[in-house]
């Protein structure tokens, strides 16, 4: 069994993914699995054209997920992507939320919808 420790990463961390080939012995630049730090999350919504007028960087923003009933997520508009995605005619819109409890993990959140 191994043990994750790094004297540079405060913990907790979210395992992203591990090696599907894993095995007893691996060799030099072999990649085990990816560690990240989720106390900082960006969620990405699609903005429609007609209502990106309505958003603006810094912009405070609450955001409710399927999966995570009863619960609200805040944060603030980061980064408008510059170009609009022409199959959706959307706009990728990133949201910065602070993730302090861990309540967003990789495959918990849905689309936002507030």
Known sequence: M??????????PREPLSIASDARPV???????FTVADLNQVWIKADVYEEQLP??????EVEITAESL????????????EPAANPQTR?????VHVA???CACCLECLS???S
Do not use: E, K, W, Y
């Open 54 to 59: 309505q958003i603006r960087q810094g912009q």
């Open 99 to 101: 993730n302090r409890r």
């Open 26 to 32: 691996c060799d030099a630049g072999d990649t085990l």
């Open 2 to 11: 191994a043990f994750l420790t790094s004297p540079f990463i405060p913990m």
């Open 69 to 80: 009933p009863n619960r609200t997520l805040h944060g603030h508009v980061d980064f408008i």
């Open 90 to 94: 959307t706009v990728p819109v990133h």
């Open 111 to 113: 689309m936002p919808h």
